[in-house]
């Protein structure tokens, strides 16, 4: 019989756990900080609990993390991998370093199902939700395979190389709300990994009931709405959920969401050329958002041979920044990464798949 894998179970869950073999709770918040602190590989390796303890609990449980199926590094530093889960679906999640800080983008779903026309993940289509330790796993390698080296420049500063993580990998995350959430309170969580919720953004097109509810979270990140057109007619030819939650109360709901202390709400804009890039758009985009505490992230579209949009000229990126600037919009503009290694959202895992069902053709 396989075991029971402890990454990915809750605080509560873990406390279940402890209470049903007869040991004191502390033994569940050791654990939980080994899990998840420390982020341990083995129960062998939870030092302060005893070595009887550690071999019954080996007998039912083991520690695992998600396999990395492939690593790809980017000139650019950016490095992308490919997980394959138990029942052979593969994800992505990808490592970006900054000058002063790094990021790490996880999926929350294997596929997804919006099939937003733009991208790659909806053109591969759904298989289903990941669970909270397939969703931590991601963070947690990325984490182990990039200690701050003892080289680096700021060390001695303080967090000299902070981490951020941006749930805008594959999959909707609030489509998997409570295998989200539940990642979200582990990854927030001080005696967890311990990520400040400023640091920590979940990127949505706006599943408004559970938007509402996130917004009641006492474990909350800052929020980031997929927007891509500054009228519902466009946005419904790019999104097909806009029949469902209409951009209007999603902006709404978005405005009203309670950010983390120091952040702002952010909305995602995809450019794509000559579909939503001119200055009627940019016009348009900024009087829905001027005067508001909130910022646009302009996306160049990332494109691929499957995605039948081209990039926007870099002409028409500037103009269109500049229009919302001038409107008093704060506006940043997001830089390509890791295009030689098909950083693009999805590309990865659709390549290996095209590799797969050619190589199992007859
Ligand atoms: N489902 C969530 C999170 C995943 S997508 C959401 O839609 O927000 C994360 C961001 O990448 C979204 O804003 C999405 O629209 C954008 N994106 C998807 N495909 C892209 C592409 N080919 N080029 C640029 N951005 C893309």
């Given at each position: 019989m396989s075991r029971t894998n402890l990454f990915g179970t809750s605080r509560d869950g873990l406390a279940a756990v402890f209470a049903e073999v007869g040991e004191p709770a502390f033994r569940a918040k050791q654990v939980y900080a080994w899990l998840y602190?420390?982020?341990?590989?083995?129960?062998?390796?939870?030092?302060?609990?005893p070595k009887a303890l550690r071999t019954a609990l080996e007998e039912r449980y083991e520690v695992r993390w998600p396999e990395v199926q492939e690593r790809a590094l980017s000139f650019d530093g950016t490095r992308k991998y490919l997980f394959r889960l138990d029942d052979g679906a593969t994800i992505e999640a990808v490592y970006l370093p900054e000058d002063d800080r790094r990021t790490i983008c996880i999926s929350t779903?294997?596929?997804?199902?919006?099939?937003?026309?733009?991208?790659l993940t909806g053109i591969a289509g759904y298989k289903r939700n990941l669970k909270p330790a397939e969703i931590l796993g991601q963070v947690a390698t990325v984490m182990e395979e990039h200690?701050?080296?003892?080289?680096?420049?700021?060390?001695?500063?303080?967090?000299?190389?902070p981490w951020n993580i941006v749930m805008m990998g594959m999959g909707e995350p609030l489509l998997n709300y409570d295998a989200t959430v539940a990642s979200l309170r582990v990854l927030l969580d001080p005696d967890g990994f311990g990520v400040p919720a400023r640091k920590l953004t979940l990127s949505t097109v706006g599943i408004l009931p559970a938007l509402e509810k996130l917004a009641a979270e006492p474990a909350r990140p800052n929020l980031a709405i997929s927007?891509?057109?500054?009228d519902p007619g466009l946005r419904r030819a790019l999104m097909p959920i806009e029949e469902k939650y209409a951009m209007g109360d999603v902006v709404d709901a978005a405005l009203r969401y309670p950010v983390p202390r120091g952040g702002r709400v952010t909305f995602e804009y995809v450019l794509l050329g000559g579909v939503n890039d001119q200055a009627a758009h940019a016009r348009a985009l900024a009087r829905r958002l001027a005067g508001r505490h909130v910022k646009v992230n302009l996306i160049p579209l990332n494109p691929?041979?499957?995605?039948?949009f081209r990039a926007p000229s870099p002409e028409a990126v500037d103009a269109f920044g500049a229009l919302l600037a001038e409107a008093g919009v704060r506006v940043s503009v997001r830089r390509a990464r890791g295009q030689d290694i098909l950083a693009a959202c999805g590309q990865l895992h659709l390549k290996k798949a095209a590799a797969a069902a050619a190589t199992s053709r007859p």
């Open positions: 602190h420390r982020r341990a590989r083995s129960i062998a390796a939870m030092a302060n609990l779903q294997a596929g997804c199902p919006l099939k937003c026309a733009f991208c200690p701050v080296a003892a080289t680096h420049p700021h060390r001695d500063e303080g967090d000299p190389f927007l891509h057109a500054p691929a041979p499957d995605i039948p």
